[in-house]
């Protein structure tokens, strides 16, 4: 696909390899605006409002699936499926809020949006991206441009995760077809004061879950939870009941498989982990990374079982767009929890924070 007339737009990218608060750099590209090839679907420009940070935003910037990205970027190019110049490096960010600044197809000039980018495509951080209308969305009119920008990456991976509409299910645990089904079972959520955790928390306890919560020391602000759990209190697993979870989300380091096993039910129940080393391992391009994440996951099964029985099933969760999941998006009526938040000229320090900081909630870039 080719493009006429250029826009000029600031970026933050990377291009090379490294933390991202030490590679990273502001600078000026042009970006295309207009196909010169008629398309089957409409592209529209959009002005960013706010972008939200994912851990894998660092990972990306650090070199995670560097080969696997870069593979992805010649065929997008070669293809037409991207309009990413690879010579402006890495651009990290995820999901983002915007504003529609010409007519579409679909969206007219003035809407407000919200999507999601690809984790091997240009990502978000930037003043403006040309889109194809299919990836965007209507804002949740309720909530504020920072607060939209918090749900759309880790509100996907969650549905994903649980199999709702098709989701992404490599291995394990059987799918429901909606959150109300999960909203019935006892549940137990692992980091719940980081960004992914905070939102599932507040996901699941908008419809009134039975929800208990282990996370750092500001974890007491999370209301209407059952028990509260502080990581530094050497003896909150005392207050565990065994053989007592249906659902346990590991939103933290993915350990959990090596201790939550006594608490889960053994006749039935999932453990659903958020911290997948498939990512790194198909970057290396090794014929064996698909072998070799198969025998993670059946290890940690395994382990897993020792004590929760062969009633446990465990899968990683992984993100997957589906236009269901921003239509529950749009249903969200309680405030995401933002930690901080940064403006577009500080993107360095806002990294280092992630990193360096605890933090209740998201980190969210206002542009």
């Given at each position: 696909m080719r493009f006429a007339r250029k826009l000029s737009t600031r970026v933050w990218s990377a291009t090379e390899y490294g933390n991202p608060s030490k590679v990273l750099s502001l600078r000026e590209v042009e970006i295309p605006t207009t196909p010169l090839i008629k398309c089957d679907n409409s592209h529209v420009t959009v002005k960013v409002n706010a972008v939200s940070l994912n851990p894998i935003d660092h990972w990306m910037v650090n070199g995670r699936g560097k080969n696997l990205r870069e593979i992805w970027e010649k065929l997008g190019n070669t293809f037409g499926l991207s309009?990413?110049?690879?010579?402006?490096g890495v651009i990290p960010g995820r999901d983002f809020h915007a504003t529609v600044m010409k007519d579409g197809e679909r969206f007219k000039k003035g809407d407000h949006v919200v999507g999601v980018r690809h984790p091997?495509?240009?990502?978000?951080?930037q003043e403006r991206m040309v889109l194809n209308e299919k990836a965007l969305f209507p804002e949740n009119g309720q909530l504020s441009p920072e607060e939209n920008a918090c749900l759309p990456f880790v509100t996907s991976t969650i549905m994903s995760s649980l199999g709702i509409s098709g989701g992404i299910s490599l291995f394990g645990c059987p799918t429901v077809k909606t959150l109300a089904d999960v909203n019935t079972k006892k549940i137990l959520i692992v980091g719940a004061t980081g960004g992914l955790g905070t939102v599932l928390t507040q996901l699941l306890l908008q419809d009134g879950a039975t929800v208990d919560v282990i996370g750092g020391r500001e974890v007491w602000k999370i209301e209407n939870a059952g028990k509260v759990l502080d990581y530094h209190d050497e003896e909150y697993r005392k207050r565990l009941v065994d053989d007592d979870y249906d659902f346990v989300f590991d939103c933290a380091?993915?350990?959990?498989h090596e201790w939550?096993?006594?608490?889960?039910?053994?006749?039935?129940?999932?453990?659903?982990?958020?911290?997948?080393?498939?990512?790194?391992?198909?970057g290396s391009m090794s014929a064996m990374s698909v072998?070799?994440?198969i025998l993670v996951h059946q290890k940690v099964q395994s382990d897993l079982r020792k004590e929760a029985g062969a009633g446990a099933e465990f899968r990683f969760g992984f993100f997957s767009e589906r236009q269901a999941y921003f239509e529950q998006i749009s249903k969200i009526y309680f405030k995401p929890t933002i930690s901080k938040v940064f403006d577009f000229?500080?993107?360095?320090?806002a990294f280092e924070s992630m990193v360096s900081e605890s933090h209740f909630g998201k980190i969210v870039i206002r542009l």
């Open positions: 309009t990413h110049d690879a010579s402006v091997f495509d240009s990502g978000s951080l380091d993915g350990k959990a939550v096993g006594r608490f889960m039910k053994h006749e039935k129940s999932t453990l659903i982990s958020y911290s997948s080393p498939l990512l790194q391992m198909l072998p070799e994440f000229e500080s993107v360095p320090e």
